[in-house]
C-alpha cells in the first residue's frame, strides 16, 4: 500500500518536475529557432510539437488511470456511498462536449482529416475513454443502490439491547 503511494508519487514529482524544465526551454529554443526560419515538411515533428505529444499520452493516462482506483473501491464494497455522482454527471458532461468540439473540427479537406486526428488523439482517447469509464461508474450507481435497497428491507434495525443491568431494573 503505502510504499507503492510513495513510489507512485516521486514518479509523479518527478515527471512534473522534467516537464517544467523541459517545456520552456523548448519554448526558448522554438523562439530561437524562428529567427533563423529553417523549412521543414508538414509531416515531421518538431520538438515542441514532439513534446505536446507525450504531454498528451502522459495526461492521457494519468485521465484514465484516474477512474479505475474509484471503480475498484465501488466493486469491492459493492456501494457507491460516499461518491458523489454529480462530480461524475459533469465529467461526463465535460467529456462529452470537448471530445466533439475536437470531431466537429475536423478539416473539410480529406487530406488534412487523418493527420487532424492523429494530432489529437491522445486528448481524443482521454476524454471519450473517461467517458466510457464513467458510464460504469454510473452503471455502478445504479446497480448498488438498487442492490442496497434490496438489503435495507431485509435487515431490521435493532431498538432493544440484549442484556438489560438488572441494577438499574
Known amino acids: 500500500g503505502s510504499k507503492s503511494l510513495k513510489n507512485f508519487c516521486i514518479t509523479w514529482i518527478t515527471v512534473w518536475i522534467a516537464l517544467c524544465v523541459i517545456l520552456p526551454c523548448q519554448l526558448l529554443l522554438r523562439n530561437q529557432d524562428q529567427s533563423t526560419v529553417i523549412e521543414r515538411s508538414n509531416n515531421s515533428l518538431d520538438m515542441i510539437e514532439m513534446s505536446g505529444f507525450i504531454c498528451g499520452y502522459i495526461s492521457c493516462v494519468f485521465y484514465l488511470g484516474s477512474r479505475f482506483p474509484q471503480l475498484y473501491k465501488n466493486f469491492r464494497r459493492r456501494s457507491t456511498e460516499g461518491t458523489s455522482y454529480l462530480l461524475f454527471a459533469l465529467a461526463m458532461m465535460g467529456n462529452t462536449t470537448y471530445g466533439l468540439s475536437l470531431v466537429l473540427k475536423v478539416p473539410a479537406t480529406e487530406s488534412f482529416r487523418t493527420l487532424y486526428f492523429l494530432h489529437h488523439l491522445p486528448w ?9 469509464l464513467d458510464i460504469f461508474v454510473t452503471l455502478q450507481f445504479i ?5 442496497q435497497e434490496r438489503q435495507s428491507g431485509v435487515v431490521a434495525l435493532e431498538v432493544e439491547p440484549l442484556l438489560v443491568n438488572e441494577e438499574a431494573a
Open 143 to 147: 446497480l448498488y443502490r438498487q442492490h
Open 124 to 132: 481524443l482517447i482521454g476524454s471519450f475513454g473517461v467517458l466510457f
